[in-house]
């Protein structure tokens, strides 16, 4: 055990103060504290004998994952898992070298010994290439941070069903993070079946269930609140015009940060969405429905017009301080007035969902609608972006009774 210690002391050096060196964190001393559950490890490994190797210590989940490599008295080299100072609930069998893979003509042989963090980093990168840059970020961010530190150093072959299903009860404090995950899992072993690394998906039991997850509805701004955003002060004309654009438009944020004055056609009272900003790159819309044309009025005319005279140098119609595309800490910084202006939320998105419960409750039809918001279908735009407004329901409803069943 004071062996362990210390190699834990070690590694939690890792994790000293930033502004203290050499003084240990609060994090740092929660994972020395594992030492003292060594019995639960001995407990389940009789035949225990040292020496016992600290591999890696990854914090994930709120949960500190520790890889320790076991030599046996029999000369075998074993990996078990400590989480949060817990033993696994694993056997004396368990623990012992699995040299029982089932045997199958449609595994490879090498298959057989393929740790599945090698094969989901090559998965990723061959079938998730031509992906929009967000999702794949989204999908190397979830394997990197939440699946290959739990799964990385397993067999493919060996990973099991109540293997998938503690790993799942590890976030059930955040559900759209396990949701993600297990959908992941699901394609990585459906690929591994289909190039004979193994023959079995430990995801597709009706065990392995994501907890339901019901994403909390975005509200339209209230009539008031739109009022307020279209008569405030702004710091600057360029936050002015970018509201106006939010809330005229209901265009996204990557596509307006996307949007060039050639893309502006005053003549013809139309914004032409070409292209999107992802994270300070210039990229092709989300979706071919994402190319569009939208009809703006006078007003935004006005307001785009003054700010086109005003600012001069880039053809970017809201580039950063050097003229080029915003990423993201120059939005950040540069949105973070306007937010806190305003005693509602005002997040980009929202205005976005506005433009859409308005439109609809307006009388424009919802084919329309579809194309100038950027949807293939009217399904997601249902779905998602047009909130009931109780009030306005009421009062169609009401307005149709006279003549409801003439």
């Excluded at 089932?102 to 061959?126: I, M, P, Q």
């Excluded at 509201?243 to 949007?259: F, P």
């Excluded at 999107?276 to 939208?294: F, P, V």
Aim: proline letters at 5%.
């Amino acid at each position: 055990a004071s062996r362990i210690l210390a190699q834990l002391y070690c590694t939690a050096g890792r994790y000293t103060h930033p502004g203290c060196p050499g003084v240990i964190s609060a994090p740092a001393l929660s994972l020395i504290c594992v030492v003292f559950n060594m019995y639960l490890f001995s407990s389940c490994c009789s035949s225990l004998a040292s020496p016992i190797k600290l591999l890696e210590c990854t914090y994930v989940s709120g949960l500190y994952l520790i890889h320790l490599q076991i030599r046996r008295t029999e000369g075998d080299m074993d990996k078990a898992r400590l989480l949060n100072g817990t033993c696994c609930d694993k056997t004396q069998k368990d623990l012992s070298p699995k040299n029982d893979v089932k045997e199958s003509k449609n595994v490879k042989e090498e298959g057989k010994n393929k740790l599945f963090g090698d094969f989901a980093r090559h998965w990723l990168e061959t079938y998730k290439k031509r992906r929009a840059p967000n999702t794949k970020t989204s999908y190397k961010t979830m394997l990197n941070r939440h699946i290959i530190p739990y799964f990385g150093y397993m067999n493919i072959c060996e990973i099991e069903e109540m293997d998938i299903i503690t790993f799942s009860n590890l976030l059930d404090h955040i559900p759209a993070t396990q949701r993600t995950c297990l959908q992941l899992l699901r394609q990585i072993f459906n690929s591994a079946i289909n190039n004979r690394i193994t023959d079995f998906n430990p995801c597709t039991s009706y065990a392995v269930q994501a907890h339901s997850y019901v994403s909390p509805d975005v509200q339209p701004f209230s009539r008031d609140e739109i009022n307020q955003l279209m008569n405030a002060e702004y710091p600057s004309i360029k936050h002015h015009a970018f509201v106006n654009v939010l809330l005229w438009t209901g265009m996204r944020k990557g596509e307006i940060l996307g949007l060039r004055f050639s893309d502006i056609d005053y003549k013809q009272k139309l914004i032409h969405v070409l292209r999107q900003s992802n994270r300070g790159h210039e990229n092709k819309t989300k979706t071919a429905a994402s190319l569009r044309d939208i009809p703006i009025g006078e007003r935004l005319i006005h307001i785009l017009r003054s700010y086109q005279s005003d600012k001069g140098f880039s053809d970017w119609v809201f580039p950063n301080t050097l003229g080029n595309l915003m990423g993201d800490n120059s939005f950040d910084h540069f949105y973070k007035p306007i937010q806190q202006m305003f005693n509602f939320p005002v997040n980009p998105h929202r205005f976005r969902h506005t433009y859409a419960t308005r439109g609809y409750y307006s009388g424009v039809d919802i084919r329309s609608l579809q194309y100038v918001i950027g949807h293939a279908t009217p399904a997601m735009l249902q779905k998602f972006y047009i909130t009931t407004d109780k009030a306005e329901s009421i009062k169609r409803i009401r307005n149709i009774l006279p003549n409801f069943y003439k």
